[in-house]
Every structure is written in structure tokens, then in C-alpha cells.
């Protein structure tokens, strides 16, 4: 089956602009994550939606912020743009049953570059 | 507050000997630790698992043990391949949910 879809892989943004980036998780999951990674910070956490509900939250700003769909699909979108967003931005997906193990399903992510 | 920590940013290893990666957490509370292996211009895969009441899982090549008194857990590839070379992420999960805190990386190379 199809995996994580993220769109689009590359983008160039100016500081103050905002951007907007999609997600669409494998067929049948619930649970859509979305992350940050930048060179020696690892996967930074972001906000995670279950059935288009906020279920968990990262420490990052305001200006981050991201919904989900009635399809599962997601989101994210980053306000005023800033210099330290450039960043790799991953989505995962999973079932999201509290019973399972935590296993995500990553797409390839979309790379911003702000200038 | 970085809970998950790997402490090697790089490790170096000849093929056919043994890879030890290691992860260091301080949440108690972790229910589940997760390795996922990433090479460059692709997502995060995951490896293996190991629920916080084991202290030991195996799947071919990778073992994985947790020591929950010292909070710490490792990777082990035996015999390693140059197919490996890849950062390897160290995961825990908080509570139950889609929510996963990760460390910061190691890179593994495995030379020929």
C-alpha cells in the first residue's frame, strides 16, 4: 500500500512569508505527527493529530500550527517566516490505537530553506 | 530538557564486526523505545522495539536492551554491513498515543 505522502519535498521561502505544507498518511491510519529536524537537534516534536483532533503538542511557537482533516490528511503551516525554520519537516503517520507500540510510518519530508 | 540523549554523534565500525549504539533517557515513565534508521534524502524507518517490561529484543542482526535501573538503552548489529552506514535515532514514547521524543543521532559507518 501507498506510504506517508509529503508535498512539497523542496521549497524556498523569505523571511516573513509563511508556508504551508501537506501530508497524506498510509490508508487507514488515524494519527498523524508532524517533526523538525535540523542538524545536531534530532527529531524535534511538533504537534501530533487523531481524528482531527489536537492530541498531543510540542515547545514550539505560535506561529507553528497544523490541522487534520475528515480523510486523515494533514497540515502544518509556519507564520512569519524566521531564518532558524530552515529546517527538514517530517510527517509520520500511524494507527494511533493507545494499544500499540508507537511504531510511525515516515514520509520523505519537505525541505525549507529561508532566506 | 532533552530527555532522550545519544551522546555519540558518530561511530565508525569495519564490516563484519559488531555496531553498540547507545541512548540514554531520564523519563521514568517511558512505556516503549523504538530504534529508526534514516539515510540521507529519506524519512526515518523503523527498526526495532522493546517494551519497557522487557529487557531484551532480537530480529536478525539487531538486538536491542534496555536497562531501565541506569536508563539506558543500546543497539547491537552483529554482524555489521556497509548497507547500515545511516543515522540511527533512539525514540521513546511518553504515554500512549502518536507522540514520540527522539535523540539527536548517531551516524554509522561501516567500512569495507
Known amino acids: 500500500k501507498a506510504g506517508v505522502t509529503q508535498t512539497p519535498r523542496y521549497l524556498i521561502k523569505t523571511r516573513g512569508q509563511q508556508v504551508t505544507l501537506s501530508c497524506s498518511p498510509i490508508?487507514?491510519?488515524?494519527?498523524v505527527s508532524w517533526y523538525q529536524q535540523t542538524p545536531g537537534q534530532g527529531l524535534q516534536f511538533l504537534f501530533e493529530?487523531?481524528?482531527?483532533?489536537?492530541?498531543n503538542k510540542g515547545n514550539f511557537p505560535g506561529r507553528f500550527s497544523g490541522r487534520q482533516f475528515s480523510n486523515s490528511r494533514s497540515e502544518m503551516n509556519v507564520s512569519t517566516l524566521e531564518l532558524g525554520d530552515s529546517a527538514l519537516y517530517l510527517c509520520?503517520?500511524?494507527?494511533?490505537?493507545?494499544?500499540?507500540?508507537?511504531?510511525?510510518?515516515f514520509g520523505e519530508g519537505s525541505r525549507l530553506t529561508v532566506l | 530538557d532533552q530527555q532522550v540523549k545519544q551522546n555519540s554523534p558518530s561511530l565508525s565500525v569495519q564490516e563484519g564486526r559488531i555496531s553498540i549504539l547507545n541512548c540514554d533517557y531520564t523519563?521514568?515513565?517511558?512505556?516503549?523505545f523504538l530504534w529508526y534508521k534514516k539515510y540521507p534524502a529519506e524519512g526515518p524507518t523503523f527498526l526495532i522495539s522493546?517494551?519497557?517490561?522487557?529487557d531484551k529484543n532480537e530480529d536478525g542482526r539487531f538486538t536491542v536492551f534496555l536497562n531501565k535501573s541506569a536508563k539506558h538503552l543500546s543497539l547491537h548489529i552483529v554482524p555489521s554491513q556497509p548497507g547500515d552506514s545511516a543515522v540511527y535515532f533512539c525514540?521513546?514514547?511518553?504515554?500512549?498515543?502518536?507522540?514520540?521524543?527522539f535523540g539527536q543521532g548517531t551516524e554509522l559507518s561501516v567500512k569495507p
Open positions: 493529530y487523531f481524528s482531527e483532533t489536537q492530541r
Open positions: 509520520a503517520s500511524s494507527t494511533g490505537g493507545l494499544a500499540a507500540s508507537g511504531e510511525l510510518f
Open positions: 522493546i517494551s519497557s517490561i522487557k
Open positions: 523519563n521514568s515513565m517511558f512505556d516503549y
Open positions: 490508508s487507514g491510519h488515524r494519527s
Open positions: 525514540a521513546a514514547r511518553p504515554n500512549q498515543g502518536g507522540k514520540l521524543i
